[in-house]
């Protein structure tokens, strides 16, 4: 392979990670069929492997796409001959003039405009949220085809295993299609009920682009940026709504500490070995600002308490001198609030910060029948470093090989690979 094919393969690579929910959702409008937008955006972005190393990258790659994807599904439709197909052709031939402004969008001279209400991805999150599908199928199926996650991505983000997240995916596509759920952009009055389903999907977008579940990195910038966005535009479309307030709080200052999250190879910092000087501290006051907006709310929901835990974290100035028993009282608020598996994690460690690890650990091994946590690398992790600390070597070795069968990007597995070598090799240090 040549230095022009590795430069054309990381340009497919970026315009899939970066325009296939767009593209998805484009398509999604015009067909009214997820599973034909599917196939016809597959189609494109496979025309666009075998094209591009010769003909070169198009100047609007986006573009390119929508447009191949067109011709695509009209050429489907065409061959299949039903009527409901003919339809179909009708209604994306009159769309020609509405394709053509999305073309001109895509190619970037009306970039301003995606960043509006008018957001082709945000309104089919709501669309997609649609009250006849179970919550978790709601989110579920949004993060697959619109948030461009895989299924492996999505069956982490729930903890379940892919087979399970592959079965709800298609029983909600199949529920979309017996119950004719329109894809349409629903109405102000609809908006309130569905805006749970979409927060959640933004906030397990950026979950993601955190500690990517696969893959060579540990972060995914891309995706952390499209999850920004959107809570961007949310704000502005809701800008007394708490929650929406306190979710782009919370993910302004997680993700203010993204670039001393690794080190000069790609390798995982972790948060007490960090150098904060190198924490965004313009987001850091941005986030603050937007959670001190919402502190007279004497009910907080998950996202405004998650959003003051990240705030603490920012403000200290080391790990020995932030306010771990602030912390672990607003764990202990999320338990009650939102409770699950992950939250009953971090509040063990933070009470292994607070207490010490003897406390942490007796909370996690209380956890240790979950199901969810039992598949879920950082329970395992958790419990390896505390075990750690308190001289259990053995244990601490056992548990980082757990870690170790479960973990998915290679950052992490490198990362749990060392901590492991170090205990068999010299022991606890």
Known sequence: MTEDDVGTSDTVDAVFREEWGRLLATLVGWLRDLDLAEE???????????????????????????????????????????????????????????????VTTAAGTEQAARDTIGDDRLRLFFTCCHPALAPEARVALTLRYLAGLSTVEVARAFLVPETTMAQRLTRAKRKIREANIPYRVPGPSEIPDRLPAVLSVIYVVFTEAYAAS?????????????????????????????????????????????????????????LADQDR?????????????????????????????????????????????????????LYNLLQRVAPSPVVSLNRAVAVGMADGPQAGLALLDDLADSPALERYHLFHSARAGLLKQLGRESEAAQAYRQ???????????????????DIEHHGHR
Do not use: C
Request: charged share 30%.
């Open 277 to 329: 000087s190198r924490w965004d501290r313009h987001t850091v006051d941005e986030g603050v600002a937007l959670l001190e907006q919402a502190l007279p709310d004497r009910d907080p929901g998950p996202y405004l308490i998650q959003a003051a835990i990240a705030a603490l974290h920012d403000q200290a100035d080391s790990m020995e001198t932030t306010d771990w028993p602030q912390i672990v009282a």
């Open 214 to 270: 696969q893959g060579p990195d540990l972060t995914r910038p891309d995706l952390a940026d499209e999850a920004i966005r959107l809570a961007r535009i949310l704000h502005r479309l809701m800008p007394h709504d708490r929650e929406v307030l306190g979710l782009l709080a919370l993910l302004l200052l997680t993700h203010a500490r993204h670039p001393a999250r690794t080190d000069s190879d790609g390798n995982p910092v972790l």
């Open 40 to 102: 016809v955006a597959a189609d494109a972005i496979a025309a666009a492997v075998r094209h591009w190393p010769t003909d070169g990258v198009p100047d609007h790659p986006t573009a390119w796409l929508l447009t191949t994807a067109r011709r695509r599904a009209v050429d489907l439709l065409r061959r299949r001959k039903t009527y409901a197909a003919k339809l179909a052709i009708l209604r994306v031939e009159a769309d020609r003039v509405e394709t053509e402004r999305l």
């Open 403 to 421: 870690a170790l069968d479960l973990v998915g990007n290679e950052p992490e597995r490198a990362f749990l690979r060392r901590q492991l070598a």
